[in-house]
Nanobody
Framework: QVQLVESGGGLVQPGGSLTLSCAAS????????MGWYRQAPGKERELVAR???????SYADSVKGRFTISRDNVQNTVYLQMSSLTPEDTAVYYC??????????????WGQGTLVTVSS
C-alpha cells in the first residue's frame, strides 16, 4: 500500500556530515508525523527526531544542535541532516511515517533502514 525508500547512508569520518532522505509512495491521502529512528549494534531502537504534520520538530537530547529534520509535503519526503557526527552515531537509521491512506485507514510504515558508519 505504502512504501518508504531511504537513501543517503554510508561511511563518514568523525566530525563529518551526512543527509538521509526517505520518500513515501503508494496509496497516500495524507502523511501526518514523520520521523527517524536508529538502532546501534546491541542496542534498542531509539527515536532520533520527529516532525509532525504541522511541522513541529523534536529531537533526542543526544542529537540536539547537530541534527535537523525537515519534510517536503509535495514530495512526501523527510530528510535528516546530520553534522558533527561521532562514532556513537553509528547505527542503522530507519524512517517511519504515520499515513492516512486513500482508503482512510491510519497506518504506520517503516523503511528498510540505511546504515550510517562514523569511523576514521
Amino acid at each position: 500500500q505504502v512504501q518508504l525508500v531511504e537513501s543517503g547512508g554510508g561511511l563518514v569520518q568523525p566530525g563529518g556530515s551526512l543527509t538521509l532522505s526517505c520518500a513515501a509512495s503508494g496509496s497516500i491521502f495524507r502523511i501526518n508525523g514523520m520521523g527517524w529512528y536508529r538502532q546501534a549494534p546491541g542496542k534498542e531502537r531509539e527515536l532520533v527526531a520527529r516532525v509532525t504534520g504541522s511541522n513541529s520538530r523534536s529531537y533526542a537530547d543526544s542529537v540536539k544542535g547537530r541534527f535537523t529534520i525537515s519534510r517536503d509535503n509535495v514530495q512526501n519526503t523527510v530528510y535528516l541532516q546530520m553534522s558533527s557526527l561521532t562514532p556513537e552515531d553509528t547505527a542503522v537509521y530507519y524512517c517511519q511515517t504515520d499515513v492516512l491512506t486513500i482508503a482512510r485507514a491510519y497506518i504506520g510504515v517503516w523503511g528498510q533502514g540505511t546504515l550510517v558508519t562514523v569511523s576514521s
